[in-house]
Nanobody, 126 residues
Framework: QVQLVESGGGLVQAGGSLRLSCAASGRTFSMYDVGWFRQAPGKEREFVAAITKTGGRTYADSVKGRFTISRDSAKNTVYLQMNSLKPEDTAVYYC????????????????????WGQGTQVTVSS
């Protein structure tokens, strides 16, 4: 089992940047595919980005070219660098870990992830 804690959220103006961190404790984080999801008020949780055990990266179309996911295995941490932020990026951001072998079809599916953090709020003002 793994426990996840997100940090790095906050209030930023449009065009600004934030870096979210997802720190893991418990089992070695490198054994999991890790995804970032977000949920805005009144909306369903949506996929943002994911990084596989072998370092493959997948992004939602809405964040391609602006967000970058990375992992530091020595620190048991996954990061989400968010640049050129827009008001529509405002949401609670969650990291999640999956012990499964995810495919391009399933990597964006929340129910494939077994472990979730508590979320961190990102607010982008216009």
């Amino acid at each position: 089992q793994v426990q996840l804690v997100e940090s790095g959220g906050g209030l930023v103006q449009a065009g600004g940047s934030l870096r979210l961190s997802c720190a893991a404790s418990g089992r070695t984080f490198s054994m999991y595919d890790v995804g970032w999801f977000r949920q805005a008020p009144g909306k369903e949780r949506e996929f943002v980005a994911a990084i596989t055990k072998t370092g493959g990266r997948t992004y939602a179309d809405s964040v391609k070219g602006r967000f970058t996911i990375s992992r530091d295995s020595a620190k048991n941490t996954v990061y989400l660098q968010m640049n050129s932020l827009k008001p529509e990026d405002t949401a609670v951001y969650y990291c999640a870990a999956s012990p499964l072998v995810l495919t391009p079809r399933t990597i964006g599916t929340p129910d494939r992830y077994h472990y979730w953090g508590q979320g961190t709020q990102v607010t982008v003002s216009s």
